[in-house]
């Protein structure tokens, strides 16, 4: 299958990462986010100093010692780009619905020389008035949109040439349908059309609960500790587990910033390993920082 990826050849899998989905391993200008830039803070003091006092230092003074008087939990006020979350759901049907029916059941078969995985319609199916809820490390080529019925994920083959941000309101022609190893997305678009910009972005706050297949696409809100034993998942990337009220879900991330311990709060879309229209295994949740503004490291 011909198949437009931003880098190198395909490298093994893990049980919470899937290394295919190279785009989401590509570093960005997104990656010098203040995720990553917040550790060097103004004292000069960085992750690694001399003089030990690094996150998990042995004076005790770690992220969630005694001596932190806040408890490990989300930061209120995080919502990464997003500028006016809400969590009043999109009310408009945005067509969303009739785009999903025709994604593909299953992902292309590599044995075989058809591209199963790829829908093309006779005719583009219109989505009028989506709701932009977050963008990935290419903002002219990959975000995501939800109406009142449905969040997906658009990666375009071809640039749109400006940048797509949260909270605009947004048509398009659907032209392009792909399970993309289990991930449903449109990969095709024309007549892209901007209504609006800086609406409110609904999110789930999903701290005091479980992840769920339910949640795939849509913004969610939690925070918590970094359990320890993380495993290397996906190639590049690392799998954590973040106890959040009591639950856990997987975080997968490239940063090399985080470690067991951490308190850290992410606002931005679920994913699952394998993709929720993968034909096998169990599709477990997962948050995967592929634009590291969706996560904060509190300090």
Request: hydrophobic letters at 30%; charged letters at 15%; one cysteine or more.
């Amino acid at each position: 299958m011909n198949r437009w990826i931003l880098i190198g050849a395909l490298v093994g899998l893990t049980a919470c990462g899937d290394s295919v989905k190279k785009r989401s391993d590509v570093v960005s200008p997104n990656n010098t986010s203040s995720n990553n830039t917040t550790n060097n803070t103004t004292n000069g003091l960085t992750n690694n100093t001399t003089n030990g006092s690094t996150n998990n230092s042995t004076n005790g003074s770690t992220n969630n010692s005694t001596n932190n008087p806040l408890p490990c939990g989300p930061d209120a006020g995080f919502f990464g780009p997003i500028g006016s979350p809400t969590i009043t759901p999109y009310g408009f049907d945005a067509n969303l619905n009739a785009v999903f029916a025709v994604i593909p059941a299953t992902p292309d078969d590599i044995n075989t020389i058809e591209n199963e995985g790829v829908f093309v319609p006779d005719f583009p199916i219109q989505v009028n008035q989506a709701i932009v809820t977050a963008t990935g490390f290419l903002p002219t080529r990959s975000f995501w949109v939800q109406d009142r019925n449905r969040a997906i994920e658009v990666f375009l083959t071809n640039d749109l040439g400006s940048s797509v941000l949260p909270g605009q309101i947004v048509s398009f022609n659907a032209s392009e349908l792909t399970n993309y190893e289990g991930h449903p997305e449109i990969t095709g678009i024309d007549s892209f059309f901007v209504h609006s910009s800086d609406n409110p972005v609904p999110y789930r706050q999903a701290n005091s609960r479980e992840l769920s297949i339910n949640d795939y696409g849509y913004i969610v809100k939690l925070g918590g500790e970094l359990l320890p034993n993380p495993v290397p998942c996906g190639g590049t990337k690392t799998c954590y587990d973040l106890s959040h009220s009591g639950h856990e879900s997987i975080l997968r991330s490239g940063s090399t910033f985080l470690a067991p311990g951490d308190c850290v709060t992410y606002a931005g879309p679920v994913r699952s390993f394998p993709g929720p229209r993968g034909t096998s295994g169990t599709k477990i949740p997962q948050l995967d920082t592929i634009n590291f503004d969706w996560l904060r490291e509190r300090f």
